[in-house]
């Protein structure tokens, strides 16, 4: 985000250099988290207590030690699971080779995507790589298999199970049944194989979403100004310039960065294909009643209504907001009054900022990180009796020197757990806003707590000499729906950490993050936080309405966007053979379901990472948006701080991580059946159509 230097914040240049800046109105917490950069370095070498606090990582070579010593742990309690296949406990012994598992394959990839120094990130990967070798092997145990497998049919022993241990139970088989243990030798090795391949395709196919198009300049007409890179006769397309105020220049650059790329094609179609053999091979339909088997939605038949019943819905709405671009448009280009797709993000943010002469830049000094990490917590506070306490580091404890801890401490039950948040763009850091578990929470054999540990990645400005971190809108949308997973990781209180907090069905797992957003521009809440980082000025009620209306503009068109590239999803993930390649099968789709003509030539599939993320659960964003929307109307639309709904929700819907199946805890929090049907009505209602 670029900052605008208005002649305030040279004037408050000076301050910045010597000391931060906290107003009165915000907090010690602000404070931190609005500080200079040149104030954070405090590591020294001598004193290096290893990553979080793990004595064997004050150097990378430790990970090795830890993956040597987690294999030699595991070895054991795999021998101890066997042997326990006449004992209702065989489960936590199997939670436990999965604590100890991911405590150390979970750190290895966190620390593979953030880790500034390469020896880190390498030694990182290597670990990540050994024990996923090692849990290979777990997964083709057959004696393991037949222990748990034993377990849970043999009617005395599951009886002495109750249904968490039970269901926790059936979701340790069901992830060994993936990998075809319980099939016949070559079957379960063809299912092996499979895995593999669609692995090394979907690293692949994600690698290239973003790489850019190698485009024919012959293609580029000579009246358009390129602005890419041209070598010889090719142009490197890296992106469709749809900011661009020049309509010629955005269709050229739309078509060219959506171009088939034959060999990204051919990826995603043997990734497809893969996935789909590997799901009849396991015994089922379609890759997508695979993936669906454990969610909320439960099967694609589901899906599939929940999504077409959404876009009936949204046809009218979506067609009225299509038809104030094509206003717009003919007003500044005479003639052509046809809505592109080249043209939404264009003119969606025009007019947005225009009709509310929004300041993205002003508005931005309203909501620096420090002002809204107050927010949140003011908001914790009031809904769940808990508060982010900023702890320092011990040297050596962070990967790097921006990174701070927050102890989240709960006003009778104590510390809940905690949250790392590496919250600054750095070179060879992952780019996406991410939740990341490093140790779930779970009921330890003594009696005590495992609390669980969290990393929040965002990618904000750091700070600059002249301002603390200040965010745009939607990073404020961002940091808000990532906290929300991190409260689930920390107000839940499950007893194995296998399915800890945010460890559930990705269509439930949504639901908290997605509320946060509700939360984040409520004129109630932004009246509380936004202020100015420099006056500690709140920001105008003026403003606050035009903020809240201007994200109720053109939120159908949005919505149908993301039902549509579910339901490719859905298509793509469904029965095979497709029949024809998947960029006839978009265009097919394209033309029945959205309202924009498709782009002949083009092939948006081919820069769509989430097909690989997702597989078969992208629908899970509308999902969850309808859940949330259920929620915030019936629980904390009147009265957003509201105390009793907020330990409602986190008796009900937080607290048990994946421990029960998501579609009881959401009909208990709601008391009734939610069927799609109702899920559609609560959209309409969200989206005040
Ligand atoms: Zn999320």
Known sequence: MALVLSKRTIFSQQWFIKKQIVPRTLTRLA?????????????????????????????????YLMKESVIRKCSSLIEEAIRSKNSPNIVSVFDEISDELCKVADLAEFLRLTHPSKSFSRAAEETSLGLGAFVEQLNTNIDLYHALKHALSDKDVSGQMDDVTKHVG?????????????LEREKRERAVKLHEMILAFGAEFSHNTSAPNIYPLKKWPADVTIPFKVSGNEILVSSPSSESANSDLRKEAYKAFYAQADGQLAILENLLACRNQLANLLGFESYSHRALKSTMAQNPETVEAFLSDSLSLLRDSTQTELDIISGWKSNENEGDTGVHMWDIRYYTSKIISESFTLSAAKLSEYFSLGACMDGLNMLFTDLYGVHLNHVDADPGEVWSDDVQKLEVRHESEGVLGYIYCDFFSRPGKINQDCHFTIRGGKQQKDGRYQLPVVCLVCNFPPPTKLAPPLLTIGMVENLFHEMGHAMHSMLARTRYQHVTGTRCSTDFAEVPSVLMESFALDPRVLRRFAKHYATGQSLSEEFIEKLHLSRTMFTSLEATTQAFYAIVDQVFHGKHPLGKSTTSVLAHLHNAYFPIPYVKGTAWQLRFSHFHSYGAKYYSYLWSKAVAALIWSRFFKENPFCRESGERFRRIMLAHGGGKPPQLLVNEMLDEEISPRELVKSLRNELKI
């Open 170 to 182: 059936n979701l340790f088989l069901f992830d060994f049944e993936q990998s075809g243990i319980h």
């Open 31 to 63: 404070g931190v988290f609005n500080k200079c950069f040149a104030e954070n370095s405090k590591t020294l070498p001598s004193e290096n207590v290893g990553i979080l606090g793990i004595p064997e990582l004050k150097s990378p070579e430790g990970f």
